[in-house]
Each structure stands twice: as structure tokens, then as C-alpha cells.
């Protein structure tokens, strides 16, 4: 079989197919279909739902749509918090047979901060000295379904670096900042990011958009506003990874409406070292599993291995 | 070892018999390691191919072994698809999924159990009577020498309520009502009472007009149909004394099973509960606060 590992920071991935956080709850899954999605996970590293300082309803109801090729959501961050999450979540991510990569999303630059520190202060007791081979840290500053902080922070440079050089001078492992497409210039704020010691990009969070109550003519949103994802988005998240690569020497993670192994073939030659299944994960829970054994197929075929392949469509010919 | 998750849980099904009923359609689906589903349970449903993106959440309508009924009413894109199935066609399907009516609730109970479902809302209740029957059987044996089948051994009346719209979608209870009717061979009576807004079937009511005329104090309520019949189903019921009621909703899902938080509806309490994992089926007081309904804002989605 192809050898499809791939490194992201200090991690080992088996493959290069991980989740958008947000569109897949492993636990959640076990208790539907049975404990083989924990025992033997689809996904290389499991990236849970983004997790706050304080506990989170989220927002109110109604919160996704289906689109033409996609999906509108605005779910707004809910979840238990930081507390909570130390102390119910982390115990059985750490039992699990895959690296982690705990996505954070903060207020303020503070914010930020403390969810780092208490999350290494966690892991420094339960794993010493040896954690960082296990668990990484996703900086969610790029949801565009809360009204303060996150995407205002990932929507400007200054910030961005600002909360990454902060986070960076607490958190000893993987730090990967999750960019948002909803800018002027991505590659600007990539390399902010990159300047402040992140270790890795996500690219990109979902693109922010608005659908109509065809009854009512008004917005059908809960929150009026949402973030586009799914088959609709492709085209433009390959972009953004074809030109964040240009832009930094760091590890690229390509995410927007990967559905099949040619489209992670597709965002690995924009330049993605890995890959992650957001929304189109919904219809089949495995599409991360199979699309990595497509992934082995198809590489073989060409006779390419994965380091070949990323940045394939930078090179001259 | 056990079973990788690479194997998956979605099922590659197809349709076995497609029937016309009421402006709906009946698909009958053989879905090969389906594992049985609880009453109340759904599936997320996507033709193969399909034009839309997410799958569609339904109610499984009945199920012998791997052989599972779905009733889908055309309302949009993916439904629209799914009606225009027909024998033979591929289809995929992700379940069971979320949680089940309370059989042994219904049952077991000193009250008596009435149905009451509005429109496409009939869809889960063959297979919740065929369960409720079968349970009965084990709670219940027939004493020795009476036939289970025989008058005198017939277990304690099911009332069972149906509204619709028109004579039309009234054409979609047949399975029900022949499953009702079946009922008493099995060890439960069900006793049907059937209200047409239109009046082509007797006078012109809606079945909250039949749930006001029936219900009894201890009486036990599984409730599925539009969310305004629900709304007004709870304000019938939470009006007499020791009723117990679960309400089947319908939300837009995307992912059906707990991951995405898409679903939420507003609970009683202002907290937000997943109808694909608290839910579908949701006990009336979680759902329903009665300051709510006296502002007869509606709590479930379309």
C-alpha cells in the first residue's frame, strides 16, 4: 500500500484527511453507528467542535439551509466551554488512537490565551513531557457567525499576529491559525500568522453569505447571516490555498467542498499538506476514510507519492 | 477485530415497491445489514445520484427485517427527488437514527394510549402499533387456552386520531388504518376516529377537535404531524389532568446525527436541544412552555 503519512508540525498523520471542526463529533458518532469510529477513527487527526471560554448557547433556530451545491450555516460556536470541556472532553480525546487538534475560539485576544494555557496546563497533567506528538491547537479566528471577536480578529493582520504571538508564547505544540476567506487579501493575514510563529494555515473557514424565506422575503437565518460551504465553495478555497502557498513556507491545511480523492488530489496541488471533510462529510460519516484509500489509488497510478504531489501545480513544466 | 469504519454506515439501498398515496409516496426499500430501527426513529434518505447536496430525514413508516417503508410528502428539492424514485432505483440511507417512542410507556401504562397524527404526520405509527402489539404480547401473555387471535383476549383499545387536509391526503392513512385495523389479531384494538378539514369524510374538523372530545385524565399522547397541529395538540392536552405526551418534530438536518447542531429547536427550558439526538421524539413539557403557547408562537420547524 502507498504510504500516504504526512507531517503537520509535530504530528504524524497516517494519511492526509482530517475534518473541518465543526462537522464531525467522533462521540457522537460511536453512540449512533458503534465504538469502531472511536477505535478506528475515519479521520487521520480528529479536529472536535471549537471550543469557548465560557459555556455557549449558540444561535437561535433556524441555523443551516441547503444551497445550490452547498450549505448555509450559522450555528454560532455553542458548547459547554473551557471547564467543562477539560474536564469531560479531554480524557477521551486522549484516548483516542489519533492525533487531536483542539480548534479554540475567543473574544479577544485574552480570550485566546487562556483557552491555551488551560488547555497545556490540562495536558501537562495528564500527559507529560510527551503531549505534543498528540495534541495540537487550531486558532478559530475565522467563524462568521459570532458578532465580536474571532473573524474581526482573523479579518485583520495586526490582530491575527497579535493573537498568535500570544497564543504562541503559551502553547508548546502544533498551533495552526484557521483563516477566513473574508477578506481583501489572505495572503496578507497568512503571513501575519506565519511572522507570530503559527506552525500551520487552515484554509479556508466558510464564506459569509445570506439566504431569503422565500414565504417571508426575509432573511431565513436565525443570525440573518451564515457561512457558505460545501461543493459551492471549491473553486475559491483552492485559490486561497494556491496563493497562501506562494505566500509562506508553512503547512498548508485545504478545506471548501471536498467531496472525492480528486478533489483532495486537487488541493494538495494548490499546495495543501493536508485535507479535511467539512459539510460533505454529512451524507456519508466515512467520506474521509474512503476518499484517503481513493487517495492511495490514485497516487499509485501516477506513480506520485504525496510529497510529490503538493505544490504540483506550482512547479514549471 | 471488530468492524472498521471504513466499511461505513451508509447503506446502499433500493427501492422494491413505490406506491402513489395521496399526493405522497410510499417506498418500500431493501436495504441490505439494515440493523432495525426503535418507532420514531428516521434515516437520512438521498437518491444515487442526486442533484441536492444533503440528505432528507424520514420517519421509518414501517420495517420487516431488511425491508423498510418510508412516506415521504413532495414539500421541496430532495423530497420532490425522493417521490419521483420508482422500483428498482438505487437509494442511500443513513440510520436509524436519534431516539424512539416510549413503547413500554405506552403499553405498560394504567392510561390509555392514543395516537394522534395531521397529514404526513401518519408516517411513524405503523410501526409504533406493530411494536406496541408485540410488546403488549410479552408484557401480557395470553392466558392459557385463549387463542391470542380470539376476541376475548384482546388487550386494552388504542385510540388512534387522524386529521387531514383533504379527501386527498387522507389517501395516505391507508397503511395506518389497515395497520390499525390488523391490530386486533395481534392482541391490541384500535379504535379510529379520522377528521377532514374539507368535510369528505364526515364533518368538517381537525383532529384537535376529535382530541377534545376524547381525551381522558391519564390518557398517554404520541403526537407527529405540522407544527401548528402540535402546538395545538399540547394546549388540548397539557388542559387535563395526569396526560403524558411525546412529540415526533421536523427540523431541517444536515447531519442527523449530533455533530452539527444544525437542528436545534428552542426548548421549554431556553435551552436548545438536537431534534436528530434528543429528538425526534421530545417529551411535550420539554418542548412546550405555556407562556409559549399562550403566545401561540410556533416552537418546531416546517
Same mark, same amino acid.
Given at each position: 500500500m502507498t504510504d500516504l503519512s504526512v507531517r503537520l508540525g509535530p504530528l504524524r498523520l497516517e494519511h492526509p484527511l482530517i475534518n473541518c471542526s465543526g462537522t464531525m463529533e467522533l462521540f457522537e458518532l460511536a453512540k449512533a453507528f458503534g465504538p469502531r469510529f472511536v477505535e478506528h477513527p475515519p479521520v487521520a487527526a480528529y479536529v472536535p467542535k471549537t471550543v469557548t471560554l465560557q459555556p455557549r448557547l449558540g444561535n437561535p433556530p433556524p441555523r443551516i439551509l441547503e444551497t445550490a451545491a452547498g450549505l448555509i450555516n450559522a450555528i454560532g460556536l455553542p458548547g459547554p466551554g473551557l471547564e467543562v470541556f477539560v474536564g469531560e472532553e479531554l480524557p477521551r480525546l486522549l484516548a483516542l488512537p489519533c492525533p487531536v487538534i483542539v480548534s479554540v475560539g475567543g473574544f479577544s485576544r485574552e480570550e485566546y490565551v487562556a483557552l491555551a494555557g488551560g488547555l497545556k496546563d490540562a495536558l501537562d497533567v495528564a500527559l507529560p513531557a510527551e503531549w505534543t506528538c498528540r495534541m495540537g491547537l487550531e486558532l478559530n479566528i475565522s467563524c462568521p457567525n459570532v458578532r465580536s471577536g474571532c473573524a474581526s480578529i482573523g479579518a485583520d493582520a495586526r490582530e491575527t499576529e497579535g493573537v498568535v504571538a500570544a497564543v504562541r508564547a503559551t502553547w508548546p505544540g502544533l498551533l495552526v491559525a484557521k483563516l477566513t476567506p473574508n477578506v481583501t487579501d489572505m495572503t496578507e493575514i497568512g503571513r501575519a500568522a506565519e511572522a507570530a510563529g503559527a506552525d500551520a494555515l487552515a484554509a479556508v473557514n466558510t464564506y459569509k453569505g445570506l439566504v431569503i424565506d422565500r414565504r417571508t422575503l426575509r432573511p431565513y437565518l436565525g443570525n440573518v447571516t451564515g457561512g457558505l460551504s460545501g461543493p459551492a465553495i471549491k473553486p475559491l478555497a483552492l485559490r486561497a490555498v494556491y496563493e497562501l502557498y506562494e505566500a509562506v513556507a508553512l503547512p498548508i491545511v485545504g478545506m471548501g467542498g471536498v467531496e472525492t480523492a480528486d478533489d483532495v488530489l486537487e488541493f494538495m496541488a494548490c499546495g495543501a499538506t493536508v485535507v479535511a471533510v467539512g459539510s460533505c462529510g454529512f451524507k456519508d460519516p466515512c467520506l474521509a476514510w474512503h476518499s484517503s484509500r481513493e487517495l492511495a489509488i490514485a497516487l499509485s497510478d501516477r506513480d506520485l507519492t504525496v510529497s510529490d504531489v503538493v505544490g504540483w501545480a506550482h512547479r514549471e513544466v | 477485530m471488530s468492524k472498521r469504519a471504513d466499511e461505513g454506515p451508509r447503506f446502499l439501498g433500493r427501492v422494491v415497491t413505490d406506491e402513489r398515496l395521496g399526493g405522497m409516496v410510499r417506498l418500500t426499500v431493501e436495504i441490505p445489514g439494515w440493523p432495525g430501527s426503535g418507532p420514531g426513529q428516521f434515516a437520512l434518505l438521498q437518491s444515487e445520484p442526486s442533484r441536492c =447536496? !444533503?440528505? @432528507?430525514?424520514?420517519?421509518?413508516?414501517? &420495517? @420487516?427485517? &431488511?425491508?423498510?417503508? =418510508?412516506?415521504?410528502? /413532495?414539500v421541496g428539492d430532495g423530497t420532490r427527488e425522493l417521490c419521483g424514485l420508482q422500483m428498482g432505483d438505487p437509494i442511500r440511507v443513513l440510520g436509524p437514527l436519534g431516539n424512539a417512542f416510549d413503547v413500554d410507556a405506552l403499553v405498560k401504562s394504567p392510561g390509555r394510549a392514543v395516537i394522534v397524527a395531521g397529514g404526513a404526520g401518519v408516517a411513524p405509527f405503523p410501526l409504533l402499533l406493530s411494536r406496541m402489539a408485540a410488546r403488549y404480547r410479552e408484557v401480557f401473555p395470553a392466558p392459557a387456552g385463549e387463542q391470542p387471535g380470539s376476541p376475548e383476549a384482546a388487550g386494552p383499545e388504542v385510540l388512534v386520531l387522524l386529521g387531514f387536509r383533504?379527501?386527498? $391526503? =387522507? &389517501?395516505?392513512?391507508? /397503511? !395506518?388504518? $389497515?395497520?390499525?385495523?390488523?391490530? *386486533?389479531?395481534? *392482541?391490541l384494538r384500535c379504535r379510529l376516529e379520522i377528521a377532514v378539514e374539507d368535510g369528505s369524510h364526515g364533518p368538517a374538523e381537525k383532529v384537535t377537535d376529535l382530541l377534545q372530545r376524547h !381525551? $381522558? /385524565? *391519564?390518557? @398517554?399522547?404520541?403526537?407527529? *404531524? /405540522?407544527s401548528a397541529m402540535s402546538t395545538a395538540v399540547w394546549r388540548v392536552c397539557s388542559a387535563v389532568s395526569d396526560v403524558q405526551t411525546w412529540f415526533s418534530l421536523e427540523t431541517n438536518m444536515a447531519c442527523g446525527v449530533g455533530s452539527c447542531h444544525g437542528c436545534v429547536i428552542m426548548l421549554a427550558d431556553g435551552t436548545q436541544g438536537r431534534v436528530c439526538r434528543e429528538g425526534p421524539v421530545f417529551r411535550g413539557e420539554t418542548v412546550f412552555a405555556s407562556e409559549r403557547v399562550l403566545a401561540g408562537e410556533e416552537v418546531a420547524g416546517d
Open positions: - | =447536496f !444533503l440528505s @432528507r430525514a424520514l420517519s421509518v413508516s414501517d &420495517e @420487516r427485517g &431488511e425491508r423498510v417503508v =418510508f412516506l415521504i410528502a /413532495p383533504d379527501s386527498l $391526503q =387522507f &389517501e395516505a392513512s391507508a /397503511p !395506518l388504518r $389497515q395497520t390499525a385495523a390488523s391490530m *386486533g389479531r395481534a *392482541g !381525551l $381522558q /385524565p *391519564g390518557d @398517554r399522547v404520541a403526537v407527529c *404531524g /405540522p
